[in-house]
């Protein structure tokens, strides 16, 4: 049909390409016209493209992977690795207005970015990741660089979780006069995990080794067990900063036996706060600071992107799954910056110290409001809450590391045997790969170790924002090649709001952030170690990129002759009217549950 993108049951072959990667021989051509093999591409030693039951194609049984991921378990997953443990850090640079502006802003560039993922993974859900995306839409070049770059990531974040420090106790630094605050400080200085809150007796290396064992365990006992685990652990997440958000309220409208109302008092006291200089510049570096705050914070939302090829009937998955992730950590993130500003002044003595010292929940507003509030036992349980953030986002990084390996192998930019899976679907060589970097978690240990490591993990930024940056071109590209192509959005399975304008808006906003993200590497002193850590990324991307397109003469493929037929077929109508009728009869409460 005319406009619209060839119909399903698709006949045709892959053969490799010089590029290594694979290409569909159809009875369609790029732009959507009725052709026939030849008969050298007959001869090639291409394979007869098969599908699964979800319209996806197949891979090998011994390479592939498992979908048994519902909807509910995948927008946990995001919402898992996405919420870390540093939440809310930063009130005391942007003041409560400039930080909910930043929080605000790019949680509409993080809707972009999944807005872009959704529909480009609706029409076409392969289990190659975004990667596949560049390598199909833009160039094999920048797939390879986008696919290493995310994998770098998620090398080095995996073991920065298992290893959070949360490095003073509260009850003693508070119940210490203010004079002697500093000095606990300092000597705790070499740091410890977050069990050490509670003992010291058990040394910081035996933690990380059981912390590495379970997340391990837990990825290769399969995508179910892992999908049913991580869904649980996020959902105590939920819990949690619900209760969060509820107690921040009470003590803004004078719940707390003692205290008055606080109302908007720091709001109009001390909107916007001062970063580096006590002037008006100083009062746009807060905000532009809470910004780069804010990618990372929002950060990991687009590992919902890796999942899609573990995913149960991922066209009707996936915009669901965008939806719900979308809401959660706008609603969290949002909630929580705008309840934080009403209860805690961005100058109190103890968020400035806590923030120096780069802690995570000493870090956090809701500690610090509630240790003025004077209840004593909830720095006990949100300590034990942060336990449970640490796995949940180690465990989602594990596994993310695994699957972004897995792809990029599958796409032949890395070696083949990382698509190597067990029975129950998992990529082994390609998790006991990613499990080796965990290891780095040991150098926390000593404290020259832990200055190294701290370099590491600062480049954890600048990888995501590329990673971002790389989706949306990829999505750019998509649209621009439709409309070449005589491809209506209409016929897409799913049709993400203000596309393509909000795609055009996340990449400025993106790029911009990205370029100055390192400004305070310039101000008021040149400093060349914060200056390399968050610059690395962009030179190392460069170089993967460059790299691929000389050894393999790679070019950007022109937009009349993008593939929008391989590896897809279209939604069957007759199925979805099957699903609908089934769910007429579904009683109300498995309804809800399926849709949670």
Known sequence: MQGSIPEKKLSGEYVDDKHGDATFISGFSAAGGRRSATSSELESGAQQTQYDEDGVERVAPENDLHRGLKARQISMIALGGAI????????????????????????????GVLASLGEMATLIPHKKGFSGYASRFVDPAMGFATGWN???????VTPNNITVRFVV???????????????????????????????????????????????????????????????????????????????????????????????????????????????????????WSCMTTALFAYMGCELIGVTFGEAKNPRKTIPKTIRRTFWRLLIFYVGSIFVVGLIVSANDPDLLTANKRRTSAAASPFVVAIQRAGIKVLPDIINASILMFVMSAANSDLYIGSRTLYALAAESKAPKIFMRTNR?????????????????????????????????????????????LSILVSHVRFMKGLKVQGISRDTLPWQAPLQPYLA????????????????????????????????????????LYTGWKIYHRTSIIPLAELDFVSGRREFDEDEAAEEAAANKHTPLWKKIWQGA
């Open 150 to 156: 995310y994998l770098f990531k998620y090398l080095v």
């Open 424 to 468: 129950y679907g998992t990529p082994y060589i390609a998790l006991a790969f990613c499990s080796a970097f965990c290891c780095l978690a040991y150098m926390n240990v000593a404290a020259e170790g832990a200055q190294v490591f701290t370099y590491f993990t600062a480049l954890v930024t600048i990888f995501g924002a590329l990673t971002w």
């Open 84 to 111: 870390g443990t540093g939440l809310v850090i930063g009130l005391s640079r942007g003041g409560p207005v400039g930080l909910l502006l930043a929080y605000v802003v790019m949680g509409t560039v993080c809707f």
């Open 504 to 543: 055009y808006f996340s990449i400025v906003v993106t790029s911009i952030v990205t370029l100055f993200k390192g400004f305070d590497a310039f101000m008021p002193n040149f400093k060349f170690r914060t200056f390399i850590t968050a610059y690395l990324g962009l030179p190392i991307y460069v170089i």
């Open 169 to 287: 106790s509260l009850k003693s630094v508070h119940q210490r006069p203010a004079a002697d605050r500093s000095e606990e400080l300092s000597h705790t200085q070499a740091a410890s995990i977050v069990i050490q809150y509670w003992t010291r007796a058990v040394p910081v290396g035996a933690w990380i080794t059981i912390f590495n064992v379970i997340i391990i365990v837990i990825n290769l006992l399969g995508i179910k067990v892992f999908g049913e685990i991580e869904f649980w652990l996020s959902f105590f997440k939920i819990i949690v900063l619900t209760g969060l958000i509820l107690l921040g309220w009470i003590i803004d409208l004078g719940g707390v036996p003692g205290q008055g109302r606080i109302g908007f008092r720091y709001w109009r006291d001390q909107p916007f706060a001062h970063y580096i200089y006590n002037t008006d510049t100083g009062v746009f570096l807060g905000v």
